[in-house]
């Protein structure tokens, strides 16, 4: 299966996280990528996946994880799913992981001053 388009990086995100990226770059999801979600994260998996276009076209908020440069899109559902998405070095982003943070992770890095918020209702 070739990689589709599940989103895009938009200017709001770039703008917030200050990434070199142009507004539009398109978030892809391969065979591995769905692969290393259902593996990793299996219940986050099977309990998110369905939302993972949704929350990357409107995430509550974004953080740029400045180890690897991956980008976390968040969204609180019933519980704060992050998709991760990786840029490749030929300037290629994917989704590469789904995960939920526990209340405390996620206060932990909205105190911290670590989540950018990508809505209006969004207020780390």
């Known amino acids: 299966m070739k990689a589709r388009q599940v989103g895009i990086i938009d200017e709001k995100a770039i703008e917030l996280l200050g990434l070199s990226l142009p507004a539009g770059t398109p978030i892809l999801l391969g065979e591995s990528n769905i ?4 593996e990793s994260h299996p219940e986050d998996y099977q309990n998110y996946f369905d939302h993972l276009e949704d929350i990357l076209a409107a995430p509550d908020y974004v953080n740029l994880n400045p180890r690897d440069n991956s980008i976390k899109y968040i969204k609180t559902i019933d ?3 992050v998709i991760g998405v990786r840029v490749s070095t030929k300037g290629n982003a994917f989704a590469r992981t789904i995960f939920t943070f526990e209340e405390w992770k996620f206060k932990q ?3 911290g001053g ?3 918020a ?3 209702k969004a207020q780390p």
């Open 109 to 111: 890095y909205a105190d």
């Open 35 to 38: 692969k290393h979600m259902q």
């Open 79 to 81: 519980k704060h799913v």
């Open 118 to 120: 990508h809505t209006k």
């Open 114 to 116: 670590y989540l950018k």
